[in-house]
């Protein structure tokens, strides 16, 4: 069984080399991810995680392959431009502005909206503990709460493919269980969701599939229904199943 | 002159050096770039204006209407064209520019102007004034400079508080990344920041060719004087670009009470007295406005 996405991939993915410098960190990566799916990207440090994000968001060019989101090509396509076509990041280590106030970064977050369900209030809704914070310059904010911050950002923006990058990094892990609660009311909403982690129990309670990287290949893409944790774990830590078995 | 009057005649001078800073604070506080050719840029104004005096009779106060857009759209390309290119983690870069820019602007004037000393006349508004008391008069002029460097940061500052724009500006000054992926063109951003800043130059420039004589030469003085508010306010604090104009204009005039031939000297020592004691600057912030 491969991860191919049931009928028209919001995001495809297709043979993706990146490279930074003359350093390769992403090899012939191919990922597709249906428009409502929630897809695990699974794998240690350095696999190449959050280059493969920086890849969909436009940061860095991509050297070989193609990545196509709505049917289209994003070849070209500034970083600036993709935001407004739907696509939100929600950075690892948060990136809040720092000099604006936690409902300024949520106002900045919704400069390009598109229309939806997410504003200031129902972003409020979402995670009540930002209200009393809203006057509050976001550097001073615990790392969940900025975290929070972050992804309600992103949500102002009404994404139709909403990018989670390391989520869980840093924070203590009941803030990371509340923060992941929050995560079937936004898939609710529509939007598709595509989430990095090292936290693999995390990431698979949450995901309809998950692909593991390793060192920047594909290790392991598959249904999570249809995968043990072991073969997971397996493909993260790049132990051969045949070693292991 | 009493010290009353050498105190007010500074805040008024204040006014004037606060209308020249608001353009290096805001390049600064929004860009981290230190624009060292700012003063030769608010000379290029001035020059500009003379022009449109000269050739189309203007008033030198009806050609802002040109000169000031004439500027900011100059702001926007060379920030587009030029300056972009030298923002970097390393404010090296761009010192180096416009030091460079500085010299050559100097020199273009020079070329096509001469070394000649040159005035904006505007007539009897430049020399009038109330009387306010036997020996306190205050020259129609400097007050309406003043007045138009408080409205023109009191405004920029409304601007970056509380108007969407302003708030991308200031998002994108914090991380520039982070705001393309809000989906705001950083470059633009910044080219926008810049034209409000070459703008207020432009303004400085006619009205400080107004008050005093000014030739290409002139520009290393204003930058200085610039610079000099900016710090003393603190970098990166509109308002504390206001409060250092002031506080420099009245270290000057005081000065001059003191002993006339030594006016530059003494904003100069409380320059220094400020970066002794408080070198983060009076009211220094870590963001613009």
């Avoid at chain 1, 249906?34 to 436009?58: D, F, Q, W």
């Avoid at chain 1, 898939?187 to 309809?208: I, K, N, P, R």
């Amino acid at each position: 069984m491969t991860g191919q996405a049931p009928g028209g991939a919001l995001l495809d993915l297709a043979g993706v080399d990146v490279h930074y410098g003359d350093l390769q960190a992403i090899f012939g990566v191919s990922l597709a991810v249906a428009e409502g799916e929630t897809v695990a990207v699974l794998g240690a440090n350095g696999a190449g995680k959050s280059t493969l994000l920086k890849a969909i968001t436009g940061m860095l060019p991509i050297t070989a392959g193609d990545v196509r989101y709505d049917g289209r090509s994003l070849r070209g396509a500034p970083a600036h431009r993709r935001a407004g076509m739907g696509i939100a990041l929600v950075p690892e280590g948060r990136r809040l502005f720092a000099s604006l106030t936690v409902e300024e970064n949520l106002l900045v977050g919704g400069h390009r909206a598109r229309p939806g369900p997410w504003n200031r209030r129902s972003v409020y809704e979402l995670f009540p503990l930002l209200r009393p914070l809203r006057k509050r310059p976001a550097s001073v904010l615990s790392g969940g709460e900025q975290q929070a911050v972050a992804i309600g950002r992103a949500l102002m923006s009404n994404p139709r493919l909403l990018l989670l990058d390391e989520v869980s990094l840093g924070l203590a892990p009941i803030v990371v269980k509340q923060l992941y609660a929050a995560l079937p009311a936004i898939t609710a909403s529509g939007a598709t969701v595509l989430v990095v982690e090292q936290d693999m129990h995390q990431a698979m309670a949450v995901a309809d599939r998950v692909h593991c990287l390793l060192e920047g290949r594909t290790a392991l893409e598959a249904p999570v229904s249809e995968v043990t944790g072991d073969q997971v774990a397996n493909a993260y830590f790049g132990m051969l199943p045949s070693v292991v078995s | 002159m009493t010290l009353v009057n050498a105190v007010v005649q500074g805040v008024l001078l204040g006014g004037m050096y606060a209308l020249f800073a608001t353009g290096l604070s805001l390049m600064f506080g929004v860009m981290r770039i230190v624009n060292l050719a700012h003063g030769d840029f608010a000379v290029f104004g001035a020059f500009f204006a003379l022009v449109l005096v000269d050739s189309a009779s203007l008033s030198p106060l009806v050609t802002l209407l040109i000169v000031v857009p004439g500027m900011a759209a100059f702001g926007y390309l060379l920030q587009r064209g030029l300056l972009q290119r030298a923002v970097v983690a390393s404010p090296l870069p761009a010192l180096l520019v416009t030091f460079g820019l500085s010299i050559v602007v100097q020199n273009l004037l020079l070329e096509l102007f001469s070394a000649d000393q040159r005035r904006l006349q505007i007539g009897s508004f430049e020399t009038g004034s109330f009387q306010l008391t036997y020996d306190l008069a205050i020259g129609y002029f400097p007050a309406v400079v003043f007045a138009i460097a408080v409205a023109l940061l009191v405004g920029l500052s409304l601007f970056l508080r509380r108007t969407q724009l302003g708030r991308l500006m200031r998002a994108t000054s914090d991380d520039q990344e982070t705001a393309r992926l809000m989906g705001v063109d950083n470059r633009n951003m910044y080219a926008l920041a810049a034209a409000i800043a070459f703008a207020t130059v432009g303004l400085a420039g006619v009205l400080n060719g107004v008050q005093t004589n000014f030739s290409p030469a002139s520009g290393p003085t204003l930058l200085i004087f610039a610079f000099e508010a900016v710090i003393i306010g603190g970098l990166g604090s509109l308002w504390g670009t206001l409060l250092g104009g002031i506080v420099l204009g009245v270290a000057q005039n005081v000065g001059a009470w003191i002993e006339p031939a030594q006016q530059v000297l003494a904003g100069h020592l409380v320059f220094l007295l400020v970066l002794a004691l408080r070198p983060r600057g009076l009211l220094a912030k870590g963001a613009p406005a």
